[in-house]
């Protein structure tokens, strides 16, 4: 098999995907070259030039426009089962009764909040367990039980709702919580290394009665899309140091 100059060279290890179409192709550097698209995976494309032989580009070598059509071929050649993400649903929640009632913004605003924050932990985790969410416009903010109970009150945003999810699932909230804080720091090894893996081998975590910082999610400045990412997994590792399957 024929290949490009050293530059656009790769391995022959490639997977089958579905025969395209012949049109020319474009190095990042401008060369061109005709070629049908036989098959590529996420590194390398297979042509089949007009002398019938076969050649390999790898993908970075290709201009933004041929490796996004690349994506697109790989995209639309995928089995649909590998199409449809994985997605966990260990974690599942409903409305508590009468919600039929509830003013349909705070209904919206509670179930957005919830898909939201559901989606992520079983994104992230495997997390068992059926949650209630509840309109309860007495709370000052929001709560949660180690039950599955969450009560949204004057606060309502997919912020509050990974926040509350942590205490359903044991933040503050299970029986060996506490014996896992020593001086206000956390001091089970699995949080710890998690905490350290994304702040450093000095990271320090800190506990109270009910919450745990950073990553906590305690207040909405805190949310960003990588701090909830964190989030979830600083309750995963907190679980772990409780003994929680």
């Known amino acids: 098999m024929k290949t490009l100059p050293l530059a656009l060279l790769i391995t022959a290890a490639v997977f ?8 020319t192709w474009t190095s990042n550097d401008g060369r061109t070259i005709e070629g049908e698209y036989l098959r590529a995976n996420s590194e390398a494309l297979v042509l089949r030039k ?7 580009i790898r993908l970075k070598f290709l201009s933004a426009a041929d ?3 690349v994506q697109q071929k790989l995209a639309a050649d995928a089995p649909a089962e590998a199409k449809e993400e994985k997605l966990r649903k260990d974690l599942k929640y409903q409305l508590s009764g009468g919600s039929e009632k509830w003013p349909e913004d705070r209904k919206k605003r ?14 992230t985790g495997s997390f068992k367990k059926q949650l209630t969410a509840n309109n309860s416009p007495g709370t000052p903010t929001a709560d949660a039980n180690y039950e599955g109970w969450i009560n949204f009150g004057g606060s309502i945003n997919a912020r509050v709702a990974l926040h509350e999810i942590g205490h359903t699932l044991g933040i ?3 029986p060996n919580w ?9 001091t089970g090894k699995h949080a710890l290394e998690q905490l350290r893996e994304f702040d450093g081998k000095d990271a320090v975590l800190h506990a109270d009665r009910m919450h745990f910082w950073p990553y906590g999610l305690n207040f909405d400045n805190e949310s960003s899309k990588e701090n909830d990412l964190r989030h979830v997994k600083m309750v995963a590792a907190m679980r772990k140091d409780m003994g929680i399957d």
Request: charged content about 30%.
């Open 172 to 174: 503050g909230t299970h």
């Open 67 to 69: 490796r996004e059509l």
């Open 16 to 23: 089958v995907a579905t025969a395209g179409e012949t049109r």
């Open 50 to 56: 007009k002398d019938g032989g076969e050649l390999s």
């Open 178 to 186: 506490q014996a896992n804080i020593k001086e206000g720091k956390w």
């Open 110 to 123: 509670i179930t957005d909040a919830m898909d939201a924050a559901v989606t992520l932990y079983n994104k």
